[in-house]
């Protein structure tokens, strides 16, 4: 899909005001709900997403069990308010998906192994959305689910690169998702560069690819940064009152 | 129902015999309540609403659809409420269980009867085309007295709901074109009390037939919860009292001090003082939880 819409001036700057090589404002914040294990609610340029965090606990039904391991259990949810046109409630195909492919980037990060027959539920409320929410969602739990205590061998994070007007940049939004030339959300484990969930659409070269794939493990690594301050911001508060 | 709530039943009843409740309240008092509006930008209206720990969500998405046969010229209002499972431990996911459709019918009864949207003012071809108006409540936490939560969520975002004209002009043909630039002009010169819609100024008197403009609205009615746990009554419950709480009662009361809805819920009863009781402390605290939304919506 090649769009005439110029979404790149000759300068490098983007509609936005973003270079190239820029993500969107993100904004984190760990541990805001009262009932769930671990939270976070994060604003990553227009979208808002509110994750929690419950388990380990025992996986229903029964038969969903692993007598070997931990399950890890994805809910990609979008608020009927939060796109242009109301959505209807309830799951529909999109986010049953993008549940799946969330749960098993998951499931490879966290120790399942030491809680068998349990079950990990990630909630994930997208509120209000515009373009990268998955990446905003994986984001976020990789937050909650410290903030849940819960074992990992790295905490997850996602951001997208793209093409638009036949240039790769980093971290697509709303107009250059809509009328871009192609999209490649990933997931990484920052420590040891793993990827852990890889979606692609649109049309890219060879050489492209790989121009977009280090962009978004560079941007995946300006993230993890915001995602450890949030957390240590949490622990930094809860610290300060327990001195006072 | 797991062993811990009868457990805190004991403690909770005792301390009511002593007057207290759990979280140092007395048993007429609300928690701290927070209003926060426009939360979210892609939906018309929002409006995010704590409650002590309690958390409600709620979006207003607007649309353009056919009038129902027998109202030909009334806009169209509907509400769906959300228990996702990120409120609360118990909470499953799954089509609407019927605690959430409830819950949903009792903010939109308080809404629909109380003409608090005045969906009259909300045709555009008679018949044909009018504004739809879709209510969404999700609930984010919850730690009791949903009923209270939702329907002040609804309210605040009703009232910095804008009707998005400006993006639905490319749907309107001509005629429709018309017939709304008359409706709209008919809209805010009608003499009397609805003269200036809730939590909007007086600029905003005349609005603009092409130009986004605040939902049309009057003032509504507020609704207040209190639980029976033995023979205590107590307002705004806490989870912890929620759960163990042998039934509740929901009061909506207006401007006025009169009474203009009410639910009674779970498998407990009441006697007629007990109603008057409550009634009673649904006007009091009515009165404050109005002047909280005032002073949100009108700042």
Sequence with gaps: ?244 | MTIVPIIKRDYIIKLAEQGKRIDGRDFNHYRKIEIETNVVNKAEGSARVKIGNTQVLCGIKMDIGEPFPDTPATGVMSTAAEFVPLASPDFESGPPREDAIELARVVDRGVRESQVIQLEKLCITPGEKVWLVFIDIHILDYDGNLFDAASLAALAALSTTKVPVSRFLKDLNEKDRTSWQKQILDLYTIPGVDEIPFGADEANKNPNPIQDFPLPMTEPPISCTAVKINDFILFDPCFDEEVIADVRLTVATDHNGDIRAMQKGLSGSFSKEEIQKVIKGALDNGKEVRKTLKDVVSS
Excluded at chain 1, 10 to 21: L, V
Excluded at chain 1, 38 to 48: A, D, M, Q, R, T
Excluded at chain 1, 128 to 140: F, I, K, M
């Design chain 1, 1 to 244: 899909m090649k769009s005439d819409i110029e979404l790149i001036d000759t300068e490098g700057k983007r509609n936005d005001g973003r270079g190239p090589q820029d993500i969107r404002k993100i904004k984190i914040e760990a541990g805001v709900l009262h009932r769930a294990d671990g939270s976070c609610y994060l604003e990553w340029g227009g979208n808002k997403v509110l994750v929690a965090v419950y388990g380990p606990r025992e996986a229903v039904p029964r038969h969903t069990q692993n007598p070997l391991k931990a399950i890890v259990q994805a809910r990609y949810n979008m608020a009927a308010f939060s796109v242009e046109d109301r959505k209807r409630p309830g799951p529909d195909r999109r986010s049953v998906e993008i549940s799946k492919v969330i749960s098993e980037a998951l499931e490879k990060i966290v120790l399942t192994d030491q809680f068998p027959r349990a079950s990990i539920d990630v909630c994930i409320e997208v509120l209000d959305a515009e373009a990268g929410t998955r990446c905003a969602g994986l984001t976020a739990a990789g937050v909650a689910l410290i903030d849940a205590g819960i074992p990992m061998r790295d905490i997850p994070v996602a951001c997208a690169a793209g093409k638009i007007n036949g240039q790769v940049v980093l971290d697509l939004g709303k107009e250059e998702d809509n009328f871009g030339d192609a999209d490649l959300p990933i997931a990484i484990s920052p420590r040891t560069g793993e990827v852990l969930l890889l979606q692609m659409d649109g049309h890219l070269t060879y050489e492209e690819f790989n121009e977009a794939f280090d962009l978004a493990v560079k941007g995946c690594h300006m993230v993890s940064e915001i995602q450890k301050k949030a957390i240590m911001d949490k622990y930094q508060t809860a610290a300060a009152e327990v001195n006072e």
